[in-house]
Every structure is written in C-alpha cells, then in structure tokens.
C-alpha cells in the first residue's frame, strides 16, 4: 500500500513563506495527479493546487501567483511552496495523490498552516 506523509506546516507571520512536503512510501506509478487541498475550520475542503506527471499545474484563483507546486521523482516527494502567506491561508492541507490503473487515491495525514497577521 502506498502511505502519504506530510511534513512541513507550521506558525507564520503573514508575507512569509513555507514550503510543505508530500512524501510517497513505497513506488508511484509514473502516470499520476497529485493534488493539494486545504480545509479550514467550518468550512468546505477547497482544492489549491494540482500537478500531473505531464508536468502540468492547476492553481485556485485564492493562490495563484502566489503558491507553486512541483515534483521531485527521485525523492517520491511533491511539494507546496507558499509564498507571500496571508491569513486567509490558515487551514489544514492534505495531499492526494491519484495513481494506478483503476485508479486509486491516496491521502496524505495533513498538516497544520497558521499564518498570523
């Protein structure tokens, strides 16, 4: 089975930066889409980010220009750097990856991001 795991949330101050991980145990098929998406407190699950193994990258409109998702295949990892944070990023995000022939989904734990103003 293939395990996600977070790392790298934390307490910011707005306008400065983190960057989150999401590392895949075990081997990710080299046709997937990795998904980040954040949840705050009595809110919906909104979708930030996405990148295929084409490369490809999607962003909200909250996040755009602001945040970029990559990829490093030799690490099994995707990331979330974030940048220029505000307020309004505070929430838990979760990674997703899709992957396989049926295909499946796997999430990742999630990680806390708090930005202070």
């Known amino acids: 089975q293939v395990l996600l795991v977070e790392s790298g949330g934390g307490l910011v101050q707005a306008g400065g930066s983190l960057r989150l991980s999401c590392a895949a145990s075990g081997s990710i098929l080299s046709l997937n889409t990795m998904t980040w998406y954040r949840q705050a407190p009595g809110k919906e699950r909104e979708l930030v980010a996405t990148i295929t193994s084409f490369g490809h990258t999607n962003y909200a409109i909250s996040v755009k220009g602001r945040f970029t998702v990559s990829r490093d295949n030799a690490k099994n990892t995707w990331y979330l750097q974030m940048n220029n944070l505000v307020p309004e990023d505070t929430a ?26």
Do not use: H, M
Request: net charge positive.
């Open 92 to 117: 838990v995000y979760y990674c997703k990856i899709r992957a396989g022939l049926l295909p499946t989904d796997y999430w990742g734990q999630g990680t806390q991001v708090t930005v202070s103003s």
